[in-house]
């Protein structure tokens, strides 16, 4: 020991020596578990248990919209083409379907009809969980019914079981962007407080019927999303001289509200099941260090973290408060509100990733790129893909370290994925080496979050595992899946299903728990 310590008393000399060594193991073991062993090549990898397999999304690729009692959805009517945008915004008014226009949604790649031939090919990948969700109407076809559809009680039970059968965890949204169109007509959407007793009411019969089925839940979908796609997110359409902003808070405030219910009910019901909320995440970037474009990133960080910095902590955090008054915008929060979101935050983090964003300050010359709904600076230090967005895996790293540096819950990577256009060669095959190769740098970056960075990660599904219909632009020709669907834009196509290259390089991955990636 350094002379510089012997001057000291024998017992504390001796705490002093017991506290380097204590503080020198520990360092070991954040750094990889034991520092000599990890340097010589001993390699760690996922948990046991990590939950490979994919998402998928009802709207996105069940179709049979009209069958067996289900009723009409927002995410139903909104139309493939140039109108899509501005129908999901909430300014182009569009409650029914009209004339003119194809709606993907009601055909989907027929889930509804081909779920055990796709839950078979999933199995046969090697899944440990498939993320699923529930529309909304097929159980309350308006949606404030007293009492449930049981048809569409029933599929989704069969659904789940056979999962079971497989040995597939079912991973499942409560509402993944769904909205009862009866709802948007009678109430206004999520801008009405009655949703949460709707809403409620939908979680209480789905606790209750899939007790024991069901592990894993998630509230709403990328929730956030009602601030960037309304309509499609809360089902809000806007009058003229509304005032946007305010309903976006007042909607995002029930659906906060709702979910903390939720996730009271689920754990009354069935203590044993695990309840997450979801973000579109995806860091922003200050386009420079320029203060302003530092701050402006800082704003947009905020934004997108509000969410779940309300579901994960259980209050305002003190910047939103700040923000809404000074907007002069009232969320009509009540005692009760405050009392239901304390007791009941949720047990993990779940997010998609597909890119990190950009932000500019004011006087910033940045040119200007927008991909999922998110606009913001373009950055110059990354590729993008067909579709505009930027394709960064060690932003993934980030993303993960942002999380859980920010909340110390388990998060779970519930979407990731390339769309990316896909040629059939004349003897069948797809051969999407570019899909492999996007997921495997991001499988890469967020083992290194796991196993260098200490991240806490419970799974990972791509998006989507089998081509479904894009959220953002209604295109079947922007595929993500490990199986091709024969479908295209407009509709037409056999729905047979085929596998991609991709499909056996995933199964790989699956079984070598993430380590072989080749």
């Not at 049981?150 to 659904?159: I, K, N, P, S, T």
């Not at 800082?298 to 305002?316: A, I, P, T, W």
Request: with cysteine.
């Amino acid at each position: 020991m350094e002379k510089k310590y012997q001057h000291l008393p024998g017992a504390l000399w001796h705490v002093l020596v017991l506290g380097i060594l204590e503080t020198r193991f520990a360092g070991r073991l954040l750094h990889g578990a034991a520092g000599p062993a990890r340097e010589k090549g001993c390699k760690m990898g996922f948990r046991d248990d990590f939950l490979w397999g994919g998402a998928t999304a009802a709207n996105q690729c069940e179709g049979a919209y009209n069958v067996d009692g289900r009723g009409l959805a927002n995410v139903d009517v909104m139309p493939h083409g140039k109108d899509r945008f501005a129908v999901g915004m909430g300014v182009r008014k569009m409650l029914d379907f009209e004339d003119g226009y194809y709606y993907p949604a009601q055909s989907g790649i027929d889930f509804y009809h081909h779920y055990k031939e796709d839950i078979a090919l999933f199995a046969e990948m090697g899944f440990k969980t498939f993320r699923m969700s529930l529309a909304w109407t097929r159980i309350f076809p308006n949606g404030d019914e007293t009492e449930p559809n049981e048809a569409g009680l029933a599929f989704y039970e069969d659904v789940f079981r056979e999962c079971r059968k497989h040995g597939i965890e079912p991973l499942v949204t409560i509402t993944h962007f769904d909205c009862p169109i009866h709802l948007i007509k009678e109430y206004g959407g999520w801008r009405n407080r009655k949703l949460i007793d709707f809403y409620k009411n939908l979680a209480r019969v789905l606790f209750t019927r899939y007790k024991g089925l069901v592990k894993y839940w998630l509230t709403f979908n990328e929730i956030n999303m009602i601030l960037h796609l309304p309509f499609m997110g809360a089902g809000l359409v806007f009058e003229e001289g509304e005032d946007k902003e305010a309903v976006e808070y007042l909607a995002a405030h029930n659906e906060l509200v709702a979910s903390a219910w939720a996730t009271k009910i689920a754990h009354e019901i069935d203590p044993d099941v695990k309840i997450g909320c979801m973000l579109a995440a995806g860091s922003y970037y200050p386009y420079s260090c320029r203060p302003e474009d530092v701050r402006a990133a800082q704003l947009e960080n905020q934004d997108n973290y509000f969410f779940v910095d309300v579901q994960s902590r259980g209050y305002y955090p003190s910047y939103a408060l700040k923000k809404l008054e000074r907007e002069g915008i009232d969320v009509g929060m009540t005692e009760e509100d405050k009392q239901i979101l304390a007791e009941n935050t949720v047990d993990f983090i779940s997010f998609s990733y597909y890119s990190t964003r950009c932000a500019a300050g004011e006087g910033s010359d940045a040119a200007k790129t927008e991909g999922n709904a998110f606009a913001g600076a373009k950055n110059p230090y990354l590729k993008e893909s067909q579709w505009g967005w930027a394709i960064d895996p060690l932003g993934f790293r980030i993303t993960l370290n942002d999380l859980y540096d920010r909340y110390q819950k388990p998060l779970f990577v519930v979407e990731n994925g390339l769309g990316a256009k896909d040629v059939v060669e004349e003897d069948g095959s797809i051969n999407d080496d570019y899909r492999i190769d996007y997921l495997r740098q991001h499988i890469e970056a967020m083992r290194d979050a796991v196993t260098e960075d200490g991240v806490d990660l419970l799974g990972y599904t791509t998006w989507g595992p089998i081509d479904l219909v894009s959220a953002g632009t209604g295109e079947m020709s922007k595929r993500y899946g490990f199986i091709y669907v024969d479908r295209d834009d407009a509709g037409n196509g056999t729905l047979a299903r085929s596998k991609k290259k991709s499909f056996d390089w995933y199964k790989k991955v699956i079984a070598t728990n993430g380590e072989d990636l080749a």
